[in-house]
């Protein structure tokens, strides 16, 4: 007889998985370890590396896709809070974790248009344009910027005999 299990996925899986990424070089709208991700790619990266397939695919978008987004949409976050689970409490208050994907926003009236995996309370990895996936500081100018926490989701329905 076999039972249907739940296993969690810990923070520091996802901040080990994001380290495999250190020294990808950026290729907007790629996600391919060591031949290209942008920041984007570089979650979905970090996603398939722990659940094997992506939830969903990304449409197509361009390099200024927030500044023309319609007024009031959040194509990133909406996109986070279908497959991520939130991090509770008010931002103000949130303290990165290990694993934790972090949304910046720019500019107050744009949506949230970068992303990155927090290694540790004062650490992220992500992919910027004209630079190698890095690890840096969670200076006070990101925090400043940051729109959303989430976390990996927990792995459902795998069977164990």
Do not use: K
Not at 40 to 59: F, I
Not at 122 to 143: C, G, K, N, Q, S
């Amino acid at each position: 007889m076999s039972a249907t299990v739940t296993v969690t996925v810990t923070g520091a899986a996802a901040a080990a998985e994001a380290r495999l990424w250190l020294g990808t070089p950026y290729r907007h709208q790629a996600a391919l370890r060591g031949v290209g991700c942008d920041c984007l790619g570089l979650v979905r990266g970090v996603w398939q590396g722990l659940y094997g397939s992506e939830p969903e695919a990304p449409p197509p978008y361009s390099g200024t896709w927030a500044e023309s987004a319609p007024s009031g949409s959040e194509p990133l976050m909406e996109a986070a809070a279908r497959h991520l689970v939130p991090v509770p409490g008010p931002l103000a208050d949130y303290r990165a974790a290990p694993g934790d994907v972090l949304l910046f926003r720019f500019r107050a009236h744009l949506p949230a248009r970068h992303c990155a995996v927090a290694t540790g309370p004062d650490r992220m990895i992500h992919a910027h344009d004209r630079a190698r996936v890095a690890e840096v500081a969670l200076t006070p100018w990101w925090r400043r910027h940051c729109a959303g926490a989430f976390r990996f989701p927990p792995i459902r329905g795998l069977t164990q005999p």
